[in-house]
C-alpha cells in the first residue's frame, strides 16, 4: 500500500476497563494511570477513556493523571451532555469522541443518532471546537449520519464495528461481507468530503485485519478485547501483537 496516499494506522487503547476492575474491590489498583504509561512505553498512539455519567470505571480525577502521565493525546469519550461538555472543556483532551449512552447498557450500544440529535450536538461540537478539541462523532457507518458529522462540521468519524464484530462471531460469512463493504465505503465517503474516519468497537486478534485493511481508516480505538487479553499474556504483549497484526494488514 502506498503510505503517501493513505494516513499511517494508528492505534488508540481504551483503557477504561483497568479502572473497572479497581473499581470493584475499591481503592487504587490497578491503577489506569499505569496502563496509559505502558501504552505509551509500547508505541501506543494514544489513550481513549470513556467518562460515564454513573463513573463506573474512569473517575473525574482520572483525566488529568492520565493526561500528566504520558505524552500521547487523550480521546475522551463522553455522552452529549452540559456536565460532560463543561468536564471537557475544563481538562482540554487531544479529542473529544461524542458518543451515545444509556444508564443501563453494560457497554455502548450502536452509534450515536447525530441525525436524530443535530439540533442538540450543534452547540456541543461548536465549543469543543472553539477551544481547540478535535470533535468526533461515534456514529454507524451510514450515509445519513455521515451527512449530518459533515453538517456539524466534526472532523472526524468513528464508525461502530459492533455488527462486524458480532457477524464475525457469528460466523456469519455474508454479513461480515455486508458490513465490511458498508464500512468501507462510507470511509471512503467520509475521505472524499475531508473528514478522518477512524473505527472500533469488538475488534480483536482475529478479526481487526479486514479492518485495518480498509485504505482511509486512520485509526483503530481498541479497549475490552486488549485488557482481557492482558489477563494472560500481559498488556504490553497484546498491544504489540495488535499493532502487529494492523501493520499486516496495511
Known amino acids: 500500500m502506498n503510505a503517501a496516499l ?11 476497563h483497568v479502572a473497572t476492575i479497581r473499581n470493584v474491590r475499591g481503592g487504587d ?4 494511570v499505569r496502563a496509559a504509561e505502558i501504552v505509551s512505553a509500547v508505541g ?15 473517575r473525574d480525577e482520572d483525566l488529568a493523571r492520565i493526561q500528566q502521565a504520558t505524552n500521547l493525546p487523550l480521546n475522551l469519550e463522553m455522552a452529549a451532555t452540559r456536565e460532560m461538555l463543561a468536564i471537557a472543556l475544563r481538562h482540554k483532551p487531544h ?5 451515545p449512552e444509556k444508564r443501563e447498557e453494560r457497554t455502548t450500544e450502536g452509534g450515536l443518532d447525530a441525525a436524530g440529535l443535530h439540533n442538540t ?24 449520519q455521515l451527512d449530518t458529522a459533515l453538517r456539524l462540521g466534526a472532523p472526524v468519524v468513528e464508525f461502530h464495528t459492533g455488527q462486524y464484530a458480532h ?10 461481507e455486508r458490513e465490511l463493504r458498508r464500512i468501507t465505503d462510507m470511509a471512503a465517503l467520509a475521505a472524499k468530503n475531508g ?16 479492518i485495518a485493511a480498509i485504505p482511509q481508516i486512520a485509526e483503530l480505538n481498541i ?19 495488535m499493532r502487529e497484526l494492523m501493520d499486516e494488514a496495511r
Open 6 to 16: 493513505h494516513p499511517p494506522l494508528r492505534l488508540g487503547v481504551n483503557i477504561d
Open 29 to 32: 489498583h490497578p491503577d489506569p
Open 44 to 58: 501506543g498512539d494514544g489513550i481513549t477513556a470513556h467518562l460515564r455519567e454513573d463513573r463506573r470505571h474512569i
Open 95 to 99: 479529542a473529544a469522541c461524542i458518543v
Open 121 to 144: 450536538l450543534v452547540p456541543i461540537v461548536e465549543e469543543l471546537s472553539a477551544a481547540g478539541i478535535r470533535v468526533s462523532l461515534f456514529i454507524e457507518a451510514e450515509e445519513r
Open 167 to 176: 457477524a464475525c462471531a457469528d460466523g456469519d460469512r455474508a454479513q461480515v
Open 195 to 210: 473528514i478522518e474516519p477512524h473505527a472500533g468497537h469488538g475488534l480483536t486478534f482475529e478479526n481487526v485485519q479486514p
Open 223 to 241: 479497549g475490552h478485547y486488549l485488557i482481557g487479553e492482558a489477563v494472560f499474556v500481559g498488556l504490553e504483549n497484546a498491544i504489540r501483537r
